[in-house]
């Protein structure tokens, strides 16, 4: 499984950014896809997972502000951040889960949020 992660960027606190992963390759056993995120100096955390039959997990830090989506024709996962804090600075990476067992991560996508 391969995933390519874009949509980073620099924005302004309460401002908004949307990213995407799209996965390739051995893609059938993908049971579940989702963000995690690492700040300088600290541990990669998760951000928000979905499931394959579309349950979704969120952080508490980030509930109610960042939504995750997929569109399964497009092999694709979102993560649509909205109201966005100097704390959501991060890189942020992509994950898949293959076979309930097998872990891949994108490259990764720095979020920058800061007037």
């Known amino acids: 499984v391969q995933l390519q992660a874009s949509g980073g960027g620099l924005v302004q606190p309460g401002g908004f950014l949307k990213l995407s992963c799209a996965a390739s390759?051995?893609?059938?056993?993908?049971?579940?896809m989702g963000w995690y995120r690492q700040a300088p100096g600290k541990q990669r955390e998760l951000v928000a997972t979905?499931?394959?039959?579309?349950?979704?997990n969120y952080a508490d830090s980030v509930k109610g502000r960042f939504t995750i989506s997929k569109d399964n024709d497009k092999n694709t996962v979102y993560l649509q951040m909205n109201s966005l804090k100097s704390e959501d600075t991060a890189v942020y990476y992509c994950?898949?889960?293959?076979?309930?067992?097998?872990?891949?991560w994108g490259q990764g996508t720095q979020v920058t949020v800061s007037s």
């Open positions: 390759g051995i893609i059938f056993e993908i049971n579940a």
């Open positions: 994950h898949a889960q293959r076979a309930m067992k097998y872990d891949y």
């Open positions: 979905i499931a394959s039959g579309s349950k979704t």
